[in-house]
T-cell receptor, first 115, second 109 residues
Framework: GAGVSQSPRYKVTKRGQDVALRCDPI?????LYWYRQALGQGPEFLTY????????KSGLPNDRFSAERPEGSISTLTIQRTEQRDSAMYRC?????????????FGPGTRLLVL | LAKTTQPISMDSYEGQEVNITCSHN???????ITWYQQFPSQGPRFIIQ???TKVTNEVASLFIPADRKSSTLSLPRVSLSDTAVYYC??????????FGIGTKLQVIP
């Protein structure tokens, strides 16, 4: 079956613009996670959803970052008024059930470059 | 959340067995230990998970001592394609997991 997909794969934007990153999880997966990964670092937790409910957004850097998953499937991570420091790989993962021990399946990521 | 400590990097020759140890002194009773592998330009990929003693699958083995304060990922007879970053994660009830920096394994011909 299809894995986690993310779009766009690459995004170049100018400072101050808003961007929306999309994640399409594996069908039937209840939990969806967003991470940010800088070069040479491990994925940094941003937020996660169980179904459509955002359970934890403590990893979002500031109020320019927001995420939603309105129908419990596709999720969008939005960054408003982008800054150069937002440049990174943004990764999405999904898991079948709502447990910290569940295997997370990662998508290919969206590489964001803010000029 | 249980904090993990693992070596930043390791080198190994092809064909050797590689053991990567992760320390997690404050692991909780309901925490599992999970290892992920990440190749450059790809997302992390699940390798193996265990709770106690030993777990083996087609890719690796995971050894967990009785006190569960550490775990060792064992990769038998590594090849060049095993060059990657390996992450040790500890979690159970909490869904917010921390990846850390991981261990960069370089397999040498």
């Amino acid at each position: 079956g299809a894995g986690v997909s993310q779009s766009p794969r690459y995004k170049v934007t100018k400072r101050g613009q808003d961007v929306a990153l999309r994640c399409d999880p594996i069908s039937g997966h209840v939990s969806l996670y967003w991470y940010r990964q800088a070069l040479g670092q491990g994925p940094e937790f941003l937020t996660y959803f169980n179904y459509e409910a955002q359970q934890d957004k403590s990893g979002l850097p500031n109020d320019r970052f927001s995420a939603e998953r309105p129908e419990g499937s596709i999720s969008t991570l939005t960054i408003q008024r982008t800054e150069q420091r937002d440049s990174a790989m943004y990764r999405c993962a999904s898991s079948l059930e709502t447990s910290g021990s569940e295997t997370q399946y990662f998508g290919p990521g969206t590489r964001l470059l803010v000029l | 959340l249980a904090k993990t400590t693992q070596p930043i990097s390791m080198d190994s020759y092809e064909g050797q067995e590689v053991n990567i140890t992760c320390s997690h002194n404050n692991i909780a009773t309901n925490d599992y230990i999970t290892w992920y592998q990440q190749f450059p330009s790809q997302g992390p990929r699940f390798i193996i998970q265990g709770y106690k003693t030993k777990v083996t699958n087609e890719v690796a083995s995971l050894f967990i001592p009785a006190d569960r304060k550490s775990s060792t990922l064992s990769l038998p007879r590594v090849s060049l394609s095993d060059t990657a970053v390996y992450y040790c994660l500890v979690g159970g009830g909490y869904q917010k997991v921390t990846f850390g920096i991981g261990t960069k394994l370089q397999v040498i011909p």
